[in-house]
């Protein structure tokens, strides 16, 4: 009979060959209903824990019969903050060190190392390696702040407010089915990072103002600006996705959100007639992710050498793109890499005629959030 770990262990291998761990975890949940909200989280983090960290238990594993058992001992001790076990690779060489602490590749860690030099470039690694905290935000369209951690805590969740956000909490590290909360049913939140949330509050859009967010995907962000429009306003939300745009507009109905538009793009061309001229725009461009490695960490096995270079180029012409429809633009990406990052914002500029006037860095191991990075630029 398969033991908890076992599900994990194969959740985790089968993850590293293509399918989402996310999805992995959903099928395994559905086949084991009478699990309690407290196996579903061991199950979650075993699996998890095993992608973060696969170069660095396969390091510590040997090879001998106890290779296993040693393996899901030492996820433990890392996951639980001891960072004892690392100290046997600090006579490693630089770029080898810091791949196997963070469980990168090689060619990231040097990446890395070149944009942050060898101290710094370790301290990102072993964060992106460590789990991540939930993070959600407060639907004001439905309850304040206060009354959400309030709620939450009727079903014994217990949550903090993130004070760099407006509407932001943290919740306990403890077993929790949130989606079966009165909170969730009734759109009281969305499951956002910290660092998201702040992304999209740099925007600093203003009730009455029209916003476009250029990459809207599924929405994340779209709804933390209607938020912040306080349901005055207009949001022109832009994808070329058609099946994410319509997971945006359901969620968009369970928040009670009524002032964004949708509006399906071509890859390439001019914008169509019905994407007006805004007061911000936001380009959360598509990027390698490597900022959320902690959260999503089967890319560790899936990004390759060429990746952040594609993307640079496309972050670059997507932002050009909508340059033209605003004097206020904020560039965003999910990622670390200079080059997708300080280096986009310098080309658009370069290419638009527009100026960099501040630009906000988000680091794991500095700030507690998912690596990211924005920047305003102005006309």
Not at 74 to 79: Q, V
Not at 254 to 260: D, T
Not at 267 to 272: H, I, K, N, S, W
């Amino acid at each position: 009979m398969q033991t908890n770990e076992d599900i994990a262990w194969a959740i985790a291998v089968r993850a590293r060959q293509g399918p989402h761990a996310a999805k992995l975890l959903a099928d395994a949940f559905r086949a084991h209903r009478d699990w309690t909200a407290e196996q579903r989280k061991n199950v979650a983090e075993t699996a998890y824990g095993l992608l973060r960290r696969g170069r660095t238990l396969e390091a510590l594993g040997g090879n001998g019969r106890d290779r296993q058992r040693i393996i899901f001992e030492a996820r433990r001790k890392l996951d639980a903050g001891d960072r004892s076990l690392l100290d046997r690779f600090a006579s490693l060489e630089p770029v080898a060190r810091v791949g196997t602490v963070g469980s990168l590749p090689d060619w990231l860690a040097a990446r890395l190392i070149e944009d942050f030099g060898v101290v710094e470039a370790e301290k990102l690694a072993c964060a992106l390696a460590d789990p991540p905290k939930t993070d959600l935000r407060a639907n004001p369209a439905r309850v304040d702040r206060e009354g959400l951690i309030a709620e939450l805590a009727n079903d014994g969740i217990t949550a903090k407010p993130l004070p760099k956000t407006r509407f932001g909490v943290r919740l306990a590290d403890e077993p929790r089915d949130l989606y079966a909360t009165r909170a969730f049913r009734e759109g009281f939140f969305e499951v956002q990072d910290e660092g998201s949330q702040r992304v999209a509050e740099l925007v600093e859009p203003t009730p009455g103002q029209t916003v476009i967010d250029a990459c809207a995907g599924e929405g994340g962000k779209t709804l933390a600006l209607a938020a912040l429009l306080g349901g005055r306003g207009r949001i022109i939300a832009c994808d070329v996705s058609a099946r994410k745009l319509e997971v945006l507009e359901r969620r968009a109905r369970r928040a009670g959100v009524e002032n964004v538009q949708t509006v399906l793009l071509e890859r390439e061309g001019a914008l169509p007639p019905q994407i007006p001229r805004a007061d911000h725009v936001l380009v959360d461009a598509p990027c390698s992710g490597i900022g959320t490695l902690r959260r999503n960490p089967e890319l560790r096995h899936t990004i390759e050498p060429h990746t952040p270079s594609r993307l640079a180029r496309e972050q670059r012409a997507i932002a050009v793109r909508f340059a033209e429809r605003t004097d206020r633009l904020v560039y965003a990406t999910c990622t670390v890499l200079k080059q997708e990052d300080e280096e986009s914002a310098a080309a658009i500029a370069a290419a638009t005629g527009m100026q960099v006037r501040s630009s906000m860095r988000l680091f794991p191991h500095v700030d507690g959030t998912d690596g990211f990075y924005a920047a305003v630029l102005v006309r």
